[in-house]
Structure formats: structure tokens, C-alpha cells
Nanobody, 129 residues
Framework: VQLQASGGGLVQAGGSLRLSCAVS?????????MGWFRQAPGKEREFVAV????????YYGDSVKGRFEISRDDATNIMYLQMNSLKLEDTAVHYCGARRFGIDTRNHDYEYDCSYDYWGQGTLVTVSS
């Protein structure tokens, strides 16, 4: 499975941006959940959002709830992250990941980057004042 993230850029605080993650590869049928993480300079990678293979179950990190929306288009094999009301603290390299397991709400393992099997290269989002 190969993941290609895109859509990052420079945006003013309060603005919006949409990230894309294109998925390809023969093993795509084994993907049961996909997510977004981000890493700001000097900080650990942070969970942003996850979506399961049906597109019905979605979960978000506390810092982005109510502002970001994760979605997927199975016709084109692209996952999206719509980011609204962007803040300075959203500045980070954003990564998309995919995993061969579904979402387990008992242990929240989807919040840990080590639970993902495949990663894209990252796309930089910079929010300016």
C-alpha cells in the first residue's frame, strides 16, 4: 500500500485547508482504518482523526474536534481532512496513515501512530497570524 499526502500550504488563522491522501496498491483491500497525525517542531506526533473502512465511524483528537472533518471517497481511494477555523497551533507536518485493523473504541489504540502499518510522506501546514 502506498499513501500520498498533499494539500498542505500557508493559510491565515481562521482560514481553511483540505488535505488529501491518495491510496494505491494491491493490499488496499486489507486496510480497515485510516487516519491523520501531525507533528509540530520539537513535539511528538499527535493523533488528529481516524475513519474506519465503512466511513461511518470517525474519531478526532481533542484539539481539532468541531473544526476538522475526516472523510473518504472509495470511488477514488482518497481520504480527506477538511480543516476549518485554523489556529497557529495547527502548524505542523501532517501525515496520513493506514492500518490493517479496525477501530477499537475500548482501548483507543487508533490514537497511537505505532498501530498504523503504512504512512505517507507528510505535508506541511503553516498557519500564520
Amino acid at each position: 500500500v502506498q499513501l500520498q499526502a498533499s494539500g498542505g500550504g500557508l493559510v491565515q488563522a481562521g482560514g481553511s485547508l483540505r488535505l488529501s491522501c491518495a491510496v494505491s496498491g494491491r493490499a488496499f483491500r486489507n486496510i480497515y482504518a485510516m487516519g491523520w497525525f501531525r507533528q509540530a517542531p520539537g513535539k511528538e506526533r499527535e493523533f488528529v482523526a481516524v475513519i474506519n473502512w465503512t466511513g461511518i465511524s470517525k474519531y478526532y483528537g481533542d484539539s481539532v474536534k468541531g473544526r476538522f472533518e475526516i472523510s473518504r471517497d472509495d470511488a477514488t481511494n482518497i481520504m480527506y481532512l477538511q480543516m476549518n477555523s485554523l489556529k497557529l497551533e495547527d502548524t505542523a507536518v501532517h501525515y496520513c496513515g493506514a492500518r490493517r485493523f479496525g477501530i477499537d473504541t475500548r482501548n483507543h489504540d487508533y490514537e497511537y501512530d505505532c498501530s498504523y502499518d503504512y504512512w505517507g510522506q507528510g505535508t506541511l501546514v503553516t498557519v500564520s497570524s
